[in-house]
């Protein structure tokens, strides 16, 4: 089992006293080859259920295993290299760095890693033209497009080869096309042994996983199997 | 494919470090400039009060030292009137005409002895080393000779100035020596054309003197005359208890007071004049002592006032210093709270993408670090430059390195990157100790 969650729950702080639970008892698990999709509506926990699944925010209860080492078991700075080496995330906003260019962008976590070489730098373009990205290799962040961020975001999660890749709505700002395209390139990363949870509250990303769990108000309702 | 294309990209902190500043020059910048004005505040104003120190010590070291000359010159002056005069005051019987006096040579008119005791016993501070004279231009039957005959009982010690005076009341060092008893001294010219030597002895109009000694020649009158004992001279010439006049010398502090000694002398013998001889040269050692007098008043006046200067520029350059550094700091401060949340989110992505948190610390210290250095050698330059401009003094003259010292080029050089560290440290630690998602929901 690559990712074995189980039991988290997490509740957000609100000023006025008031807590909002985001996560309620949620366990999960997903094996190599895996796509695992999460699917609800706005606010229902789905970035939440990444956060904690990646090893970015502490739950309030329950563990998340990563190849059997619970992440939040370790020191920050264990977790952090175990992200660095075996985690691939695409964040919502993407979170590119915007005073270097794409094929930078693409690299920066081999510092994190300590993984840069010329070999990885190959990689880098050979993604950045299967994901139509070639035109753009020299420019910023700021000058592409959303989609163009979106598919840089994929390719940089996916350039140190992770074990397994969190993807939050990764198909958001993309039209049908670019989005198969993308949708392509998770399952193919799945297909080659990758471990994949994919969040959207896009329902058509369906057809692409192996399970789907819909989620509502921070747990799962039902879980669909798809394949 | 074009070239660019297959340049490989240098991924590591320091690119990361060299393009975020890059990106963000404007904020690199004001955050240099402001620390900039920190260092080189703190380095100016000590160089400024340094510099302006070593100037003013400079200027009053040649001040002084033109002064003394002056002095030098004055004693000289006065040196040379002592020598040439001997005296420089004459007191005569208001009844005598100059003209007369200048023909004859000697004062027709007469003063009582006891008259240079009433001076020298009033508490007159102006005139000193009195000395009462019988003086005429007699006919020498017994040598076939005119010569002047001068009767002196030396010095008549003026009690008002008793430093000059011995316990016996003589002075230390009399213009003129006394002629002792029943002996006689002689000009160089009635030496020398009578062929006298001391030891000899005389007959002055029955009178028998031993020469005592022989004067100098001196190239006035005085080559002429034979000096005798005062009473001696009286009995002489038929003059009893009387004086032809009292020599004197006026104090130098009595040059500034002209008019002075003339009314203080009228004050005690009415029926007396003064004529002061080196009126002319007085003057002129007045105009002088003047002079100098004012140019020692202007000095201590001058050095008081850059005294006063100094204190008040201390005083403004130490506020000055702080003002410059507690604003800067406040400056700095607040640039760095103002890109707080901005390094926040940039810190979550860097944490969220991986790297590690002494990474994250490296690049936002690493900037601080480049940042206080970058302006810490140009404020140190610049501060130094400016104190040295505005100061006024030479360093090829005072000394480089005793305008600029050491120790304050270091905490010069220290000022600014301790400064930006320290407004950075504290944000950014916290920060890359945050789970990073915490720190990218705070937007
Ligand atoms: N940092 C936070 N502080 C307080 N509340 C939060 C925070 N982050 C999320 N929440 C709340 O927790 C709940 C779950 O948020 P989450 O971001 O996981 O939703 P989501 O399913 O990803 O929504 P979306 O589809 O819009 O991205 C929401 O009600 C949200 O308002
Ligand atoms: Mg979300």
């Not at chain 2, 001279?233 to 502090?253: D, K, T």
């Not at chain 2, 501060?383 to 000394?399: E, K, M, V």
């Not at chain 2, 301790?418 to 945050?434: E, I």
């Amino acid at each position: 089992m690559v990712l074995s969650i189980s039991g988290i729950n997490k509740s957000y702080k609100k000023v006025k006293n008031e807590a909002v639970k985001a996560l309620d008892n949620v366990s999960l698990e997903i094996d190599q080859g895996e796509l695992v999709a999460v699917n609800g509506p706005s606010g229902c926990g789905k970035t939440t259920l990444l956060l904690i699944a990646g090893g970015l925010l502490y739950p309030d209860q329950g563990e998340v295993l990563l190849d059997n080492t619970n992440l939040y078991d370790i020191s920050a700075n264990e977790r952090d290299k175990k992200r660095a080496e075996k985690i691939g995330f695409v964040f919502q906003q993407f979170y590119l760095v915007p005073y270097i260019n794409i094929l930078e962008n693409i690299l920066i976590p081999s510092i994190g890693s300590n993984s840069y070489s010329s070999s990885l730098e190959k990689r880098a373009r050979s993604l950045i033209g299967q994901f139509n990205l070639s035109h753009r290799i020299h420019h910023k962040p700021g000058e592409l497009s959303t989609g163009e961020r979106q598919r840089v975001a994929l390719a940089r999660a996916l350039i140190n080869e992770p074990k397994i890749l969190f993807a939050d709505e990764p198909t958001g700002n993309l039209d049908d096309d670019n989005a198969g395209i993308v949708l392509n390139y998770i399952s193919d990363f799945a297909k080659e042994g990758g471990a994949v949870l994919l969040v959207t509250h896009d329902g058509r990303i369906g057809k692409h996983a192996h399970r789907t769990y819909k989620m509502k108000d921070g747990s799962f309702l039902s879980n669909t199997l798809n394949v | 494919m074009t070239l660019k294309n297959d340049q490989s990209p240098k991924i590591n902190i320091w690119m990361i470090i060299k393009r975020e500043l890059k990106h963000k020059k404007y904020g690199f910048i004001t955050g240099v400039l402001s620390l900039v004005i920190a260092t080189a505040g703190f380095v100016g104003s000590i160089v400024l009060l340094k510099g302006d120190e070593l100037a003013t010590e400079q200027l009053f070291i040649e001040k002084e030292r033109e002064l003394r000359e002056e002095m030098l010159q004055l004693e000289d002056d006065y040196r040379v009137i002592m020598r040439n005069m001997g005296y420089n005051v004459l007191i005569l019987n208001k009844e005598q005409s100059l003209s007369e006096l200048e023909s004859n040579g000697y004062a027709s008119t007469y003063l009582n002895y006891e008259d240079v005791w009433k001076i020298a016993e009033s508490d007159m501070k102006t005139l000193n080393h009195l000395m009462p004279v019988l003086q005429e231009k007699i006919y020498w039957e017994e040598m076939n000779i005119e010569i002047f005959l001068s009767g002196i009982r030396g010095q008549v010690p003026v009690y008002s100035k008793p430093r000059h005076l011995t316990d016996d009341d003589e002075y230390r060092s009399p213009i003129m020596e006394r002629v002792p008893e029943g002996k006689a001294d002689l000009g160089e010219e009635i030496a020398v054309s009578l062929n006298l030597r001391p030891g000899d002895i005389i007959n002055v109009k029955g009178e028998k003197f031993e020469v005592n000694r022989v004067y100098a020649r001196r190239g006035t009158r005085d080559d002429m005359s034979v000096w005798v004992p005062l009473d001696k001279a009286q009995s002489i010439l038929g003059r009893p208890g009387l004086i032809n006049g009292i020599l004197a010398l006026e104090c130098v502090c009595a040059t500034e007071m002209l008019g002075q000694v003339k009314e203080e002398v009228a004050a005690i013998l009415p029926h007396a004049q003064v004529f002061e001889f080196s009126s002319l040269i007085a003057a002129r050692a007045d105009v002088r002592q003047r002079a100098s007098k004012l140019h020692e008043e202007i000095i201590s006046a001058e050095r008081l006032h850059q005294m006063e200067l100094r204190e008040e520029k201390e005083r403004l350059a130490s506020l000055l210093v702080l003002v410059l550094i507690f604003g800067s700091s406040v400056w700095i401060f607040v640039l760095i709270m103002n890109n707080i949340r901005e390094r926040k989110h940039e810190i979550g992505i860097l944490r969220a993408i991986g790297f590690r948190r002494h990474q994250v610390l490296q690049i936002f210290l690493g900037k601080s670090a480049l940042m206080g250095i970058v302006a810490g050698i140009i404020g140190c330059i610049s501060g130094a430059w400016l104190g040295i401009l505005w100061s006024g003094a030479d360093p090829a003259y005072t000394g480089f390195e005793n305008l600029v010292s050491l120790p304050v080029i270091i905490l010069g050089l220290f000022l600014a990157p301790v400064l930006a560290l320290t407004a950075g440290f504290l944000p950014s630690v916290m920060a890359a100790n945050q789970d990073p998602a915490n720190i990218l929901s705070e937007q």
